[in-house]
């Protein structure tokens, strides 16, 4: 196969993996990070500790990760199907089943670096008065912020190695090319090419993820967590000051 051929094959199949990857991506995201933290927040010890709860999410997650994506791929076909308008063809489809794979997979990575906080913070939030929303949003994101863009990255690039395998049943994309082309044409020139350059994507997706990871934690998450701190410390004080004010008054 010539060059000029390989390249008219593999920039289609490049942007339906990186469609697959990114829509997939996305989905997890919204799910599995609101997942994740329902796993903290409903845990031992948890702002939110329901043990009930915490259980059923617990065994939901446990059993996501454990079907193999090859199986699933198969056994979510009706869904997928009902999803990408009756087909569970093209790097549409493949969507779905990667998304269901990858969502319990990046919450168990979510709940480790949200367990990863300082619980002193936290109980000193907690003890000012601090509502459990306002501990969520002002200190358990970011302060596991650079741990969220490790675990996320290491999600896309799991996705990355899903989709390769989603190719296997048609779900189109530089796996979809490799199968077809590489394996059943006996192009082995050709696949080395798509190998290749699968390094190259989740080698540039690596070192972007590393770099952000790096930013974040460098500049410091701990000040949102010191302004809201100081400033649930000034509310605690204020009514003291005013009692104190007042019983100065009736004492003269």
Do not use: C
Request: aromatic share 6%.
């Amino acid at each position: 196969m010539t060059w000029d051929r390989m390249q008219e094959l593999m920039w289609p199949a490049t942007w339906e993996t990186l469609g697959m990857v990114g829509l997939a991506g996305l989905a997890t995201l919204v799910v599995g990070l609101p997942l994740g933290l329902l796993l903290v927040l409903t845990g031992q010890g948890g702002l939110l500790q329901n043990q009930a709860v915490s259980r059923v999410l617990g065994v939901i997650v446990n059993v996501g990760r454990s079907i193999p994506f090859v199986i699933l791929i198969v056994a979510v076909i009706p869904f997928t199907k009902l999803l990408a308008g009756g087909t569970s063809l093209g790097w549409q489809a493949a969507t779905v089943p990667l998304a269901i794979g990858a969502i319990p997979f990046f919450a168990r990575l979510v709940e480790t670096a949200v367990r990863e906080v300082d619980g002193g913070l936290i109980e000193a939030l907690k003890a000012m008065g601090a509502g459990t929303g306002t501990i969520v949003r002002k200190t358990l994101l970011p302060e596991s912020l650079p741990s969220l863009v490790s675990a996320f990255t290491t999600t896309l690039i799991a996705l990355i190695g899903y989709s390769a395998m989603a190719g296997v049943v048609g779900g189109g994309g530089l796996g979809d090319l490799a199968i077809r082309y590489g394996y059943q044409r006996f192009e082995t020139a050709f696949m080395w090419v798509i190998v290749a350059e699968i390094v190259i994507i989740v080698t540039a997706l690596q070192l972007l993820g590393d770099l952000t990871a790096r930013r974040l934690g460098h500049r410091g998450n701990y000040r949102s967590t010191l302004s809201l701190l100081r400033a649930a410390k000034a509310a605690k004080a204020a009514p003291r000051a005013e009692k104190t004010v007042e019983d100065l008054a009736s004492s003269h």
